[in-house]
Protein backbone atom coordinates (compact mmCIF):
# COMPACT_ATOMS: atom_id res chain seq x y z
CA UNK A 1 0.00 0.00 0.00
CA UNK A 2 1.14 3.37 -0.60
CA UNK A 3 0.10 6.42 2.11
CA UNK A 4 0.32 9.87 1.16
CA UNK A 5 0.95 13.23 3.50
CA UNK A 6 0.21 16.51 2.65
CA UNK A 7 1.77 19.33 4.30
CA UNK A 8 1.70 23.25 3.31
CA UNK A 9 -1.91 24.70 3.56
CA UNK A 10 -3.17 27.23 5.42
CA UNK A 11 -4.75 31.11 5.11
CA UNK A 12 -2.87 33.46 2.87
CA UNK A 13 -3.98 36.99 1.96
CA UNK A 14 -4.26 37.48 -1.88
CA UNK A 15 -1.28 37.93 -3.51
CA UNK A 16 0.55 35.89 -1.37
CA UNK A 17 2.34 32.65 -1.82
CA UNK A 18 2.20 28.99 -0.40
CA UNK A 19 4.42 25.27 -0.95
CA UNK A 20 2.50 22.38 -0.58
CA UNK A 21 4.40 19.24 -0.08
CA UNK A 22 3.16 15.69 -0.27
CA UNK A 23 5.41 12.39 0.82
CA UNK A 24 4.57 9.38 -0.61
CA UNK A 25 5.18 6.25 1.60
CA UNK A 26 5.30 2.19 1.52
CA UNK A 27 5.58 0.46 -1.56
CA UNK A 28 6.25 2.98 -3.95
CA UNK A 29 6.60 2.25 -7.77
CA UNK A 30 9.30 4.92 -9.34
CA UNK A 31 7.26 4.72 -12.24
CA UNK A 32 4.78 7.02 -11.52
CA UNK A 33 2.80 10.60 -11.52
CA UNK A 34 2.21 12.87 -8.75
CA UNK A 35 0.73 15.57 -8.48
CA UNK A 36 -1.94 18.09 -7.04
CA UNK A 37 -5.95 18.50 -7.68
CA UNK A 38 -8.46 20.84 -5.66
CA UNK A 39 -11.91 20.90 -4.73
CA UNK A 40 -13.78 23.96 -4.06
CA UNK A 41 -17.29 24.03 -1.96
CA UNK A 42 -19.92 22.68 -4.41
CA UNK A 43 -17.23 22.01 -7.46
CA UNK A 44 -16.17 18.78 -8.81
CA UNK A 45 -12.35 17.77 -8.42
CA UNK A 46 -10.19 19.13 -10.70
CA UNK A 47 -6.63 18.54 -12.32
CA UNK A 48 -4.34 21.48 -10.88
CA UNK A 49 -1.03 19.77 -11.80
CA UNK A 50 1.27 16.91 -12.11
CA UNK A 51 4.48 16.00 -13.34
CA UNK A 52 5.63 12.61 -14.32
CA UNK A 53 9.12 10.52 -12.83
CA UNK A 54 10.75 11.93 -16.17
CA UNK A 55 9.82 15.17 -16.17
CA UNK A 56 6.25 15.80 -17.97
CA UNK A 57 4.00 18.04 -16.66
CA UNK A 58 0.35 19.28 -16.96
CA UNK A 59 -0.93 22.33 -15.57
CA UNK A 60 -4.57 23.65 -15.47
CA UNK A 61 -4.43 26.58 -17.69
CA UNK A 62 -5.91 28.77 -14.55
CA UNK A 63 -2.50 28.43 -12.65
CA UNK A 64 -0.05 28.05 -15.98
CA UNK A 65 2.83 31.13 -14.95
CA UNK A 66 1.55 31.10 -11.31
CA UNK A 67 2.04 27.85 -9.86
CA UNK A 68 4.99 25.28 -10.05
CA UNK A 69 5.60 21.73 -9.52
CA UNK A 70 8.21 20.09 -8.74
CA UNK A 71 9.46 16.38 -6.83
CA UNK A 72 12.53 14.98 -5.50
CA UNK A 73 12.20 11.22 -6.47
CA UNK A 74 15.17 10.17 -3.77
CA UNK A 75 12.11 10.79 -1.22
CA UNK A 76 9.14 10.47 -3.34
CA UNK A 77 7.79 13.79 -2.27
CA UNK A 78 5.90 16.54 -4.85
CA UNK A 79 5.80 20.17 -4.02
CA UNK A 80 3.45 22.66 -5.58
CA UNK A 81 4.91 26.42 -5.22
CA UNK A 82 1.99 28.71 -5.48
CA UNK A 83 2.55 32.31 -6.29
CA UNK A 84 0.04 35.36 -6.97
CA UNK A 85 -2.74 33.61 -5.25
CA UNK A 86 -6.33 34.44 -5.67
CA UNK A 87 -9.72 34.01 -4.00
CA UNK A 88 -10.76 31.81 -6.73
CA UNK A 89 -8.04 29.07 -5.65
CA UNK A 90 -9.37 28.79 -2.20
CA UNK A 91 -10.04 25.02 -1.82
CA UNK A 92 -9.07 21.80 -0.56
CA UNK A 93 -5.89 20.61 -2.35
CA UNK A 94 -5.08 16.51 -2.57
CA UNK A 95 -2.22 15.34 -3.38
CA UNK A 96 -2.87 12.36 -5.77
CA UNK A 97 0.18 9.58 -7.09
CA UNK A 98 -0.78 7.47 -9.93
CA UNK A 99 1.21 4.39 -10.49
CA UNK A 100 1.43 4.13 -14.26
CA UNK A 101 3.16 0.08 -14.71
CA UNK A 102 1.05 -2.64 -13.94
CA UNK A 103 -0.42 -2.62 -11.87
CA UNK A 104 -2.28 0.78 -12.32
CA UNK A 105 -2.79 1.96 -8.84
CA UNK A 106 -4.26 5.75 -8.10
CA UNK A 107 -3.66 7.11 -4.25
CA UNK A 108 -5.51 10.01 -2.73
CA UNK A 109 -3.73 12.01 0.36
CA UNK A 110 -6.32 13.15 2.62
CA UNK A 111 -6.60 16.76 1.37
CA UNK A 112 -5.25 20.16 3.24
CA UNK A 113 -7.33 23.40 3.33
CA UNK A 114 -5.96 26.69 1.18
CA UNK A 115 -7.88 29.57 1.85
CA UNK A 116 -6.82 32.84 0.11
CA UNK A 117 -9.20 35.89 1.65
CA UNK A 118 -7.84 39.54 3.16
Given at each position: ???LVESGGGLVQPGGSLRLS?????IVSSINRMGWYRQAPGAERELVADLTNIGS???AD????RFT????NAKNTVYLQMNSLKPE????YYCRLDRTIWP???YWGQGTQVTVSS
Amino acid sequence: QVQLVESGGGLVQPGGSLRLSCAASGIVSSINRMGWYRQAPGAERELVADLTNIGSARYADSVKGRFTISRDNAKNTVYLQMNSLKPEDTAVYYCRLDRTIWPIRTYWGQGTQVTVSS
